[in-house]
């Protein structure tokens, strides 16, 4: 368990920096449709930061089994089981 | 030259060719409230800036947004002469839903002249919640159902046609994959812009196509 955490708070910022992307990627579409004739449909601006945390949602969900699966050996296969 | 379309494309195209003719299929089924007529559907890399134009709502009351999430490409054979690629894809689907919120008496219960409620639920008790202004919301439903018709229906090899009568790239074009399928829906809503949508996130996969 202190192993997990120990590699949480190590791969925080790569969770943070993964949320950022995010957020600018949606930030981007969004603007791109504010400057279309479809300016109705764009979102508002807490409408985008909902959306963000929806699309994070999601890939925070991969991202930790990603790092899991790469960091967290099985008890078996760790040194001197 | 052949006709070549970009995957996103190819998913919009899928879309917009078959749209007619599911929106006209579910709704003799019975499955939607009226046929729809074809969105706007839009890929934001190709939106040109608006130069003063702006689109009617009230006749445009839906569009639908294409984007590649992600993409991941494997070679399964020790010689790598094969690809397989899966692409991941969002649509989404969205309506304005302003005219929804006018009845401010949205979910009363309905009553005929005698007086007597005009929809019962099973065990014969009036029915309490019966929403009478739903053209939006019926709208986004109406949308999803012929998104997901048109995708269940072309899930195993979907294929886009694209025939050019004259020139030097006449002929008829097929663009393909080998499987399209739903993966999941969320919604979607911003109150602030009285917008309802739906999200569906989408898989295409393209199987062993030869790395030339």
Known sequence: ?81 | MAIILDEVTFLIRLLSDNWSAASTTLNSANKIHSAVPAPKFIDVRSLEPKQGRRVDADSDSAIVVVYEDSNSTEHPTIDHAIRNETFNFTIHARVLYRRDLENADNAATQYNASGAPTMTNASGAAVAYQPVKTTGRDRLQSVYRIIRHIIENNSLRPTVTTIISSGSNAGTHKETAETLKITGRSEANDRGKKLLGYKLSVELKRHGRSVI
């Open chain 1, 1 to 81: 368990m202190y192993l997990f955490r120990d590699i949480m708070s190590e791969q925080g910022p790569i969770i943070l920096r993964l949320f950022d992307e995010i957020l600018q990627r949606e930030i981007e579409r969004n603007e791109i449709l504010k400057d279309s004739p479809y300016e109705e449909f764009a979102y508002s601006n807490e409408g985008v930061m909902d959306e963000a945390i929806r699309a994070f949602d999601v890939a925070y969900k991969s991202e930790i089994t990603k790092i899991v699966k790469e960091q967290v050996k099985p008890p078996a296969l760790r040194k001197g089981r």
